[in-house]
Antibody
Framework: EVQLVQSGAEVKKPGESLRISCKASGYSFTNYWIVWVRQMPGKGLQWMGIINPDNSDTRYSPSFQGQVTISADQSISTSYLQWRSLEASDSGMYYC?????????????????WGLGTLVTVSS | QSALTQPASVSGSPGQSITISCTGT?????????VSWYQQYPGKAPKVIIY???IRPSGVSNRFSGSKSGNTASLTITGLQAEDEADYYC???????????FGGGTKVTVL
């Protein structure tokens, strides 16, 4: 069974650093890009960025470029989302998902499955 | 503000059909048919129900269908059931930056 297991909820103070994880199982980790999506409380989904675990090629949304770092460790089939200095506005639910593309395609795609999410709360 | 525009809410009675629109620009859709739809129940992770405009993943009810005309994609739910009450998000690959965009989401209520 294909699964993405995300790390547990975090409570942090402004200015602290944080790294959350997304461990893949049930498929070849390097064959599929991993995407990260934010959902702020009561709000919609925001596409943050995507990483190719095979070569660490990473693309960010302009809204998140420079604010977070997405990485991947092939040896343990895990992707990470990292902050150097958290702000209260970083509070929210963070999902990882696997990107799938159609047969013969080299772009586009959809996201399946999704992890259960990691809730990040930043408060003084 | 989301790149793709969806109605905030849509409602219908059991058995009826409803359609959720997802409007963007030609840039948002990137000239491709890489539109997907996601269903999200409260407190749960999203789940894909339509990809590449109109393809249903295995296991998704055939009451869900997708289409696209110009810069508007649509999700139709026929034979509305209580279990369809959820939030629905459209998404599109843009081939620019950001690579993907989501709609603001539509809350479906079954009356």
């Amino acid at each position: 069974e294909v699964q993405l297991v995300q790390s547990g909820a975090e409570v942090k103070k402004p200015g602290e650093s944080l790294r959350i994880s997304c461990k893949a199982s049930g498929y070849s980790f390097t064959n599929y890009w991993i995407v990260w999506v934010r959902q702020m409380p009561g709000k919609g989904l925001q596409w943050m960025g995507i990483i190719n675990p095979d070569n660490s090629d990473t693309r960010y949304s302009p809204s998140f470029q420079g604010q977070v770092t997405i990485s991947a460790d092939q040896s343990i089939s895990t992707s990470y989302l990292q902050w150097r200095s958290l702000e209260a506005s970083d509070s929210g639910m963070y999902y990882c998902a696997r990107r799938i593309i159609g047969v013969g395609a080299d772009r586009g795609g959809w996201f399946d499955p999704w992890g259960l999410g990691t809730l990040v709360t930043v408060s003084s | 503000q989301s790149a793709l525009t969806q109605p905030a809410s849509v409602s219908g009675s059991p058995g009826q059909s409803i359609t959720i629109s997802c409007t963007g620009t030609s840039r948002d859709f990137g000239g491709y048919n890489f539109v997907s739809w996601y269903q999200q129940y409260p407190g749960k992770a999203p789940k894909v129900i339509i990809y590449e405009v109109s393809i249903r993943p295995s296991g998704v009810s055939n009451r869900f269908s997708g289409s696209k005309s110009g810069n508007t994609a649509s999700l139709t739910i026929t034979g509305l059931q209580a279990e369809d009450e959820a939030d629905y998000y459209c998404s599109s690959y843009t081939n620019s930056s950001p690579l993907w965009v989501f709609g603001g989401g539509t809350k479906v209520t079954v009356l």
